[in-house]
Structure formats: C-alpha cells, structure tokens
T-cell receptor
Framework: GENVEQHPSTLSVQEGDSAVIKCTYS??????FPWYKQELGKGPQLIID?????GEKKDQRIAVTLNKTAKHFSLHITETQPEDSAVYFC????????????FGTGTSLTVIP | GAVVSQHPSWVICKSGTSVKIECRSL??????MFWYRQFPKQSLMLMAT?????????EQGVEKDKFLINHASLTLSTLTVTSAHPEDSSFYIC???????????FGPGTRLTVT
C-alpha cells in the first residue's frame, strides 16, 4: 500500500518568513495530493491540492509543488501570519471518488509574532 | 464547498456504555464515508469505510463488533462505540467524497471521553 512520510514534525518561523513542509510517497499510482490544515479541536480543512498532471499550483500565499519522478510534494507558505499556526497534513490518493487517502504524520507550525 | 456535519461535537460516557456518533453530508449525497480516529498530536488513522447499502470495510486491527458502522442513507453514516472503555477516548472524524470530486470533505470531529 501507499506510505506517506512528512517532514518536519514541528516548525517554528518568524512572522513574515516562509514555511516549507515536505512529503514523500511510495505508490506511483497516486495522482492526487491534498494538503489539510487542522486547528486544535477541529476537523481538517483543505487548503490546496494538486493533481499529478500539474507540477505547481498557487493560491495567494500558499503553493504546492509536485515532483512525480522523485515522488515528493511540498507545501510553501509565504509571508506567514500568526493565524497560519496549526497542524498541517499532506495526503496522497490514487484518485476517483471514494478512494482512500493516505495521510502524512503532520507538521505542527508555529508562527512567532 | 460541500459541508459535512458531525453530532455530537463532544460526548462523555461511562465505561461499559455505548455511544453513537452521526456523520451527515448536508448538501450532497455520499455513497461512501470514511471514519478516522485521531490521538493527540498524531495523524488521522483510518478505521473503516462506510458504504451505503452494504457492510462497512474495516481496517486491519479495528474491531468491527466494537465499532459498529451503519450507512443508513446517502447522507448519513453512524459510528457506534459499544461497551466503551477509557482507551476508546479519542477524537473521531468522518469524511465524505462527493461524486466527481477527488476531494474528501471532513466533518468537525467528535471528542469522546470515556470515564
């Protein structure tokens, strides 16, 4: 089955700096890679996703890059703000409605004001 | 986006009792729903896949007789924790994919505390 690894487990940055979280996956059949933000006591919220036919996607301060050959994808947050502090999870799926998501272990991001 | 709700948001029950958690897709139909368990500072662990009109599929190591899943309709799945014990205390989250979407829509989670 799929194995998703995520690094780092914790990350502290100064407000305004950039944050990068990296994930690797093992199954070449995976073709959908979402990123979720989870605040304490709440369910995960999708912040950005990317499909395997795209190498990069950007949404304001958030971007995701995908390297299919190396089987890794990364989340980039620029101009970080204190409200970006949360736990971030990457996931991989082989697509299709109802297919299982395989989650990374999570990164706890702290943005220091 | 699509909305998934869970009820209750938190529940406290005594050891040995059963508790039911509901997961509803509010504005779309979901033939499949997923149930996850999350311990503090850990990732989401898939417990089972709930299928409307058929039996749930449980992940290895998850006791199907303890965690009963019923997908009663295209908008409702329930997870019943039977004979709960303190070690069942956890954060339970459901998700549902919408037809045509790769994305899964997550509920807000249910905090279960067994005393």
């Amino acid at each position: 089955g799929e194995n998703v690894e995520q690094h780092p487990s914790t990350l502290s940055v100064q407000e305004g700096d950039s944050a990068v979280i990296k994930c690797t996956y093992s199954d070449s059949a995976s073709n959908y890679f979402p990123w979720y933000k989870q605040e304490l006591g709440k369910g995960p919220q999708l912040i950005i996703d990317i499909r395997s036919n795209v190498g990069e996607k950007k949404d304001q301060r958030i971007a995701v890059t995908l390297n299919k050959t190396a089987k890794h994808f990364s989340l980039h947050i620029t101009e970080t703000q204190p409200e970006d502090s949360a736990v971030y999870f990457c996931a991989a799926s082989n697509g299709g409605t109802g297919n299982q998501f395989y989650f990374g272990t999570g990164t706890s991001l702290t943005v220091i004001p | 986006g699509a909305v998934v709700s869970q009820h209750p948001s938190w529940v406290i029950c005594k050891s040995g009792t059963s508790v039911k958690i509901e997961c509803r897709s509010l504005d779309f139909q979901a033939t499949t729903m997923f149930w996850y368990r999350q311990f503090p500072k850990q990732s989401l662990m898939l417990m089972a896949t709930s299928n409307e009109g058929s039996k749930a599929t449980y992940e290895q190591g998850v006791e199907k007789d303890k965690f009963l899943i019923n997908h009663a309709s295209l908008t409702l799945s329930t997870l019943t924790v039977t004979s709960a014990h303190p070690e069942d205390s956890s954060f339970y989250i459901c998700s549902a994919p919408r037809a045509g979407d790769h994305e899964q829509y997550f509920g807000p989670g249910t905090r279960l505390t067994v005393t």
